[in-house]
């Protein structure tokens, strides 16, 4: 696809793309699921999550296998959630998909201001989604080919070679000779890209949804401080705009409730990965293997991003739907006759009510909640480093 032109109009093509691209790899795009190619890919899924689990318990005694385990069992699990927990709400999303191809139809700004607004929040979203593939993909193909580097320095040294698994799976029988070892590196060749469509695909989507509401929020507010203040005009401008905002907030409580559990599980999950990523980090960095050190690295880095993202979308969420009340307030609705500075007061009463992003309903995405979930998470590892 071409890269997005700063003057040229934004299609829901544009918007749209690569949420779509990744839900349709796994069968979850809302307006057209496949649940056939969403079996594949949680049949897969699954039985690799599961061998997790069994060599977990298998090294329940053992403090540094298990939690090498939890790095991967953490996020496999959340891949696992992800899909089914999406393919129960997915229907909610249908209306708003296509009311973004409606608007997209009509034109997203009119005017330069709002264009400006428009694409900032449409490059966020690209910049988002692209980063946080590349990390994760990155951070699976090197966790991948490390055993393979590895052989090739013990061939080199003329050392014995420990037929180490790129992700700690374990099988009914141990692997002790070369061909059952190719043969059990190649049943893993896939986790790399499903890992990463996994843990990407519904984000991509909750993001460039969430962005898209921050987006036409942001116009609205243009709009209001320019609407005419011609009384004959102005009912009718200002009907049409109350409307839009009314449309907008149905929109992001309707993106709110088809993500909110999902997002429960997804924040008490990294919650855990952060503080677990974190100690193996340490870990291999006091004993000097700069390989895997940097390989953890990107992946605190990754998951560190996909908690802010999420914060930060409610940020937006709540910056963009207060402001609004500002821009009721700028129209100067008290000039006008009492008739039409009725409706103008109650929406200034309404837009000081924050729209808000909320996992499960308990916790309200803001930047004050990612400085909550660092703070916890540096709890978890604080307390884990003196129990061992």
């Given at each position: 696809m071409s890269?997005?032109?700063?003057?040229?109009?934004?299609?829901?093509?544009?918007?749209?793309?690569?949420?779509?691209?990744?839900?349709?790899?796994s069968g979850l795009w809302p307006e057209s699921h496949n649940d056939f190619?969403?079996?594949?890919?949680?049949?897969?899924?699954?039985?690799f999550t599961s061998l997790i689990y069994i060599s977990a318990l298998?090294?329940?005694?053992?403090?540094?296998?298990?939690?090498?385990?939890?790095?991967?069992f953490?996020?496999?699990?959340?891949?696992?959630?992800?899909?089914?927990?999406?393919?129960?709400?997915?229907?909610?999303?249908?209306p708003i998909i296509k009311t973004v191809r409606e608007n997209a139809s009509e034109g997203y700004f009119k005017t330069p201001d709002e264009r400006k607004v428009v694409h900032w929040y449409y490059m966020i979203s690209n910049l988002f989604i692209k980063i946080s593939v590349i990390m994760l993909y990155c951070v699976n193909v090197m966790l991948y080919l490390k055993p393979m580097i590895?052989?090739?320095?013990?061939?080199?040294?003329?050392?014995?070679?420990?037929?180490?698994?790129p992700y700690q799976i374990s099988f009914i029988h141990e692997v002790t000779e070369m061909r059952t070892y190719i043969l059990a590196y190649v049943y893993q060749s896939p986790i790399p890209v499903v890992f990463s469509i996994g843990i990407m695909a519904a984000d991509s989507l909750l993001v460039t949804l969430v962005l898209y509401v921050c987006g036409q929020l942001s116009v609205l507010r243009i709009q209001i401080k320019n609407v005419s203040s011609d009384s004959r005009s102005h009912k009718s401008e200002m009907k049409s705009l109350i409307e839009k905002h009314e449309k907008l907030i149905r929109m992001a409580?309707?993106?709110?409730?088809a993500f909110s559990s999902f997002l429960f599980v997804q924040m008490f999950c990294l919650t855990l990965c952060i503080c677990v990523v974190a100690y193996q980090l340490l870990t291999m960095i006091n004993s000097g293997d700069p390989t895997n050190a940097f390989t953890f690295t990107i992946f605190a880095l990754s998951v560190v991003l996909v908690t802010f993202s999420y914060c930060f979308l409610g940020e937006c969420l709540i910056y963009e739907s207060t402001s609004l009340n500002e821009a009721y307030y700028d129209s100067k609705w008290y000039e006008l006759p009492a008739k039409l500075a009725r409706p103008i007061a109650i929406c200034m009463a309404r837009s000081q009510i924050p729209v808000h992003l909320t996992a499960g309903k308990f916790y309200v995405f803001s930047l004050d909640l990612f400085v909550n979930v660092i703070k916890a998470s540096m709890g978890y590892l604080s307390v884990l480093i003196k129990v061992t």
């Open positions: 890269m997005f032109s700063q003057t040229g109009p934004i299609r829901d093509t544009d918007i749209l793309y690569w949420s779509r691209r990744f839900l349709l790899l190619r969403l079996s594949i890919y949680l049949g897969y899924l699954i039985p298998k090294h329940m005694h053992d403090r540094d296998k298990l939690l090498r385990n939890m790095t991967e953490i996020p496999t699990t959340m891949a696992v959630l992800r899909a089914v927990m999406f393919r129960r709400k997915m229907y909610l999303l249908v590895e052989y090739a320095f013990s061939k080199h040294r003329n050392t014995s070679f420990s037929y180490e698994m409580k309707s993106v709110e409730n």
